[in-house]
């Protein structure tokens, strides 16, 4: 039996130790095929038509649905009003596009935008809730006035979002890594090229699979901890942000949905959370910490140290509450061409390329799950091996495919 393995993108000489495991899978599995090594042009030109067409396709637009763009002038223009001659196509009211700036475009203004001029958040959060589609676009952060307020409504439903956020790009250190050629070829390629279908049922797979059953996530650095979803909802984002999808949504994150895509999401049962997690160096309450580890037992802190940093760690758990000393979140990602790249290395999209997890603290409310709080702390790990079971799923870092 032959094994194929979607590199996320450290050589072994960079992880510099190597955790062996032996496996073998109880089920094979059908996964996206490798691509081919990804060229970087001496130019980079956005594809404006084919990203508004695969936006839209995404959408999969019913007639009469109503969509409001979000977006910062400046950032991806061109797209914006692709999108919006392309909402109108389909038979779908196009409502126009906020700016999050205090400059709003005249060409992307309509009666709609004009009427959310001088409301507070509460009265954007009863104007907003007659929309079924909200874009994200790049520039539009949560702390926006308007992105705040249309996420607000998606606590309840029916609306769902697209995040198009073209960020989230980290070096191998965590700190954040510039949107230059690089980013944009990869974030490009991976929207247009990206099999959503075969993606989506990668993500299935592992999901049924880890229902009732342990999940051990491990790594070379001393990582070592288990826990269980139970009937916690999963949430896969691969692609799909049409209104049936966002139907059967069982929380907040299932009516927000990425492109690129990639990552499986889910918030653990808090009670069989335990284990020792050993952070990568990273920054902690703008301090670089070193050698931290924490122990959890049912899901919460119960022991940590670090080599240093200590007193920044211990302000940032200060500062967070009850929600930094608890377990929030398992997510994997499952886009190979949202993989870490073997040379240069850096992790693309908030860690949705294949193989590539992420081991939360904080509320995790919006995923369903009963920490709350506000802190929130997204921890990568790119060298990590995820056993479901008895079954290898990912293996220092490397998605594993039948």
Not at 246 to 265: H, M, T
Request: include cysteine.
């Amino acid at each position: 039996m032959t094994r194929q393995l979607f590199n996320t993108g450290l050589l072994l000489s960079l992880l510099g130790i190597m955790m062996s495991v032996s496996c073998s899978p109880s089920q094979p599995k059908t996964a996206p095929e490798s691509e081919e090594p990804l060229v970087i042009p001496a130019g980079f030109t956005f594809q404006w038509e084919a990203m508004a067409s695969k936006i839209l396709e995404r959408a999969a637009l019913q007639t009469g649905e109503k969509v409001l763009l979000v977006g910062s002038p400046g950032q991806f223009d061109p797209l914006i009003s692709l999108i919006r001659n392309g909402v109108k196509a389909a038979g779908a009211e196009d409502l126009g596009a906020i700016s999050v700036t205090q400059t709003q475009p005249p060409e992307w203004a309509t009666s709609y935008t004009n009427g959310a001029e001088g409301k507070n958040q509460r009265e954007l959060e009863e104007y907003f809730s007659t929309i079924d589609l909200g874009i994200m676009m790049p520039g539009a952060q949560p702390s926006d006035l308007a992105y705040r307020s249309i996420q607000n409504v998606l606590t309840s439903g029916p609306i769902r979002t697209i995040h198009f956020h073209w960020s989230g790009a980290y070096e191998l250190d965590l700190s954040e890594k510039p949107i230059d050629e690089t980013v944009n070829t990869v974030y490009q390629h991976a929207l247009l090229a990206t099999d959503y279908n075969r993606l989506g049922q990668m993500q299935k797979l592992f999901e049924a699979d880890a229902r009732g059953v342990p999940v051990n996530v491990t790594t070379p650095a001393g990582t070592d901890i288990t826990f269980r979803i139970g009937d916690r909802p999963v949430t896969r984002q691969d692609g799909d942000a049409s209104a049936v999808r966002a139907r059967r949504a069982k929380n907040l994150i299932d009516r927000e949905i990425e492109l690129p895509a990639g990552a499986v999401r889910v918030a653990p049962v808090e009670s069989t959370v335990n284990g020792v997690i050993r952070f990568p160096d990273s920054d902690w309450n703008g301090t670089r910490v070193t050698g931290l580890r924490m122990m959890f037992k049912a899901g919460k802190l119960t022991d940590w140290s670090a080599d240093s940093g200590s007193e920044a760690v211990q302000a940032e758990l200060d500062r967070g509450g009850a929600a930094a000393r608890s377990f929030r979140e398992f997510a994997l990602g499952f886009n190979p061409l949202l993989a870490i790249p073997a040379e240069n290395p850096w992790i693309p999209y908030y860690g949705y390329g294949a193989g590539v997890v992420r081991l939360s603290l904080g509320d995790n409310t919006e995923l369903g799950g009963n920490v709350g709080g506000g802190y929130v702390r997204w921890n990568f790990f790119t060298d990590a091996t995820v056993t479901v079971r008895d079954e290898v799923w990912v293996r220092d870092g490397r998605l594993v495919v039948q």
